[in-house]
């Protein structure tokens, strides 16, 4: 069964950091690209950052410069770091999976329970 456990939301004052994880199991997570995405009330689902298998990043221009996505593969876990907080970034942050499950399978989404990471102004 695929998993991915979230950790690392909660409350922060304006200029604030956290760390979120995302640990996954049920797959071979060394070969799966992850992502963080995150979504405001009221909003669409938007794409945060992204990790390839060996390393290489993407991420968001409303996150450029104070976000950093990371990997640990011996530990099967994504990290988003999240540095200068502001009020637009107050959302339920999620943590996605892409997963082929066999030899020319399709590559499938799959999505963390969420974590809310809320900044005060």
């Known amino acids: 069964q695929v998993q991915l456990v979230e950790s690392g939301g909660g409350l922060v004052q304006v200029g604030g950091s956290l760390r979120l994880s995302c640990t996954g199991s049920?797959?071979?997570?060394?070969?799966?690209?992850m992502a963080w995405y995150r979504q405001a009330p009221g909003n669409q689902r938007e794409f945060v950052a992204a990790i390839t298998t060996g390393g290489a990043t993407n991420h968001a221009d409303s996150v450029k410069g104070r976000f950093d996505i990371s990997r640990d593969n011996t530990k099967n876990t994504v990290y988003l770091q999240m540095n200068h907080l502001q009020p637009e970034d107050t959302a339920v942050y999620y943590c996605k999976a892409s997963i082929r499950m066999r030899l020319g399978g399709r590559l499938n989404d799959y999505w963390g329970q969420g974590t809310q990471v809320t900044v005060s102004s």
């Open positions: 049920g797959f071979l997570f060394n070969v799966s690209p």
